[in-house]
């Protein structure tokens, strides 16, 4: 140990204060990324999951909007997927030629929807049966099928469709 001149305080030279070693770097490292490793995975499992959840509430929004708009002006209303498809968003046209689109929805890159040509709602919100089939492209495993019971309602289910 040192003092330092005009003071009491004694300076420390020790191994510590020199911060630290290589290896020790090294070893920090190593164990970062082992857990990356483990927990990048998971991650993107959850991205995924929380975009198959948002997708599918969208389009049941989407549903149940075209059946209370539907009741609401008494006449049957259609919900069309876009031009390229139902992984590319969908609309709702209005009843009167001259209003603009009640409902005009775009969908991100990364999922793909498959189901039926459209969906019309009768003024009496009653609907054919029909079913979605919506996966996350980025996980295999991240699938849910969006089913239309009879009365109108939309049920989602955890899974691909039966």
Do not use: Y
Request: glycine content about 8%; hydrophobic content about 45%.
């Amino acid at each position: 140990m040192i003092k330092s001149p005009g003071s009491d305080r004694a300076i420390n030279n020790s191994r510590a204060d020199r911060g630290f070693t290589l290896i020790e770097l090294m070893i920090s490292l190593l164990l970062l990324a082992v857990l990356l490793g483990i927990g990048v995975p998971s991650f993107r499992t959850m991205i995924a999951d929380q975009q198959l959840r948002a997708v599918s509430t969208d389009l049941r929004i989407a549903l149940t909007t075209t059946r209370s708009e539907a009741v609401k002006r008494n006449r049957s209303l259609v919900l069309n997927p876009s031009a390229d498809g139902w992984g590319a968003g969908w609309s709702i046209a209005s009843p009167d030629p001259n209003d603009p689109l009640i409902l005009n929805h775009l969908r991100p890159e990364g999922v793909t929807i498959t189901g039926p040509g459209s969906v019309t709602f009768n003024p009496l919100g009653r609907s054919t049966v029909a079913e979605f089939a919506i996966a996350v492209d980025a996980v295999s495993s991240a699938a849910m099928c969006l089913q239309m019971q009879l009365d109108g309602r939309a049920v989602a289910i955890k899974g691909v469709c039966p």
